[in-house]
T-cell receptor, first 112, second 113 residues
């Protein structure tokens, strides 16, 4: 299995809702990432997990809460989001620095 | 500070013509360099990577890239473009101390029939 699987593919949520994005990889990669991508822009790093521990938080607002239950799973819990948080949320994994990332196809999030 | 510059925001080429997408980076150490492609509404797919050895690297879909340390460049090339190559292309540098990827702003490739 050489894929990163993200669910759901599309999500519409209100500003008072709580939802979660899920990401799964079975490549044995030791690092997993959450990126946010706005239209016509490059991905922006949000969080890095290395060996299931949070190693980088790029000053992301607390309404985004990551969780890494085990080495294959990565969640992003969403609460009280704003319309400007609407974006494509990408999960990625990697084995080492020189390997590059394997990206999932993303979750298209719309906050209404 | 580390950075990646893709000077061309938008490029249009005719199908069958050759392609070169430019990428310049700024990084103090030996860089890990990558090219990714993104089709609309999709994730990013790794085309090729460089971190040591031969400066001309081959990737998937007939793409290649050449690392030139003296010019701090890592340009992507393809001899003959296909209509299916129309997409967004991102150059990225990997930071050796954190594993973070720094992306360029991207180049949109349009292919004319």
């Amino acid at each position: 299995d050489t894929e990163v699987t993200q669910t759901p593919k599309h999500l519409v949520m209100g500003m008072t809702n709580k939802k979660s994005l899920k990401c799964e990889q079975h490549m044995g990669h030791r690092a997993m990432y959450w990126y946010k991508q706005k239209a016509k822009k490059p991905p922006e790093l949000m969080f890095v997990y290395s060996y299931e521990k949070l190693s980088i938080n790029e000053s992301v607002p607390s309404r985004f809460s990551p969780e890494c239950p085990n080495s294959s799973l990565l969640n992003l819990h969403l609460h009280a989001l704003q319309p400007e948080d609407s974006a494509l949320y990408l999960c990625a994994s990697s084995q080492g620095q020189g390997d590059g990332y394997t990206f999932g196809s993303g979750t298209r999030l719309t906050v209404v | 500070a580390q950075s990646v510059t893709q000077p061309d925001i938008h490029i249009t080429v005719s199908e069958g013509a050759s392609l070169e997408l430019r990428c310049n980076y700024s990084y103090g150490a030996t860089p890990y360099l990558f090219w990714y492609v993104q089709s609309p509404g999709q994730g990013l797919q790794l085309l090729l990577k460089y971190f040591s050895g031969d400066t001309l690297v081959q990737g998937i879909k007939g793409f290649e890239a050449e690392f030139k340390r003296s010019q701090s460049s890592f340009n992507l090339r393809k001899p003959s473009v296909h209509w299916s190559d129309a997409a967004e292309y991102f150059c990225a540098v990997g930071l050796s101390n954190t594993g973070k990827l720094i992306f360029g702003q991207g180049t949109t490739l349009q292919v004319k029939p």
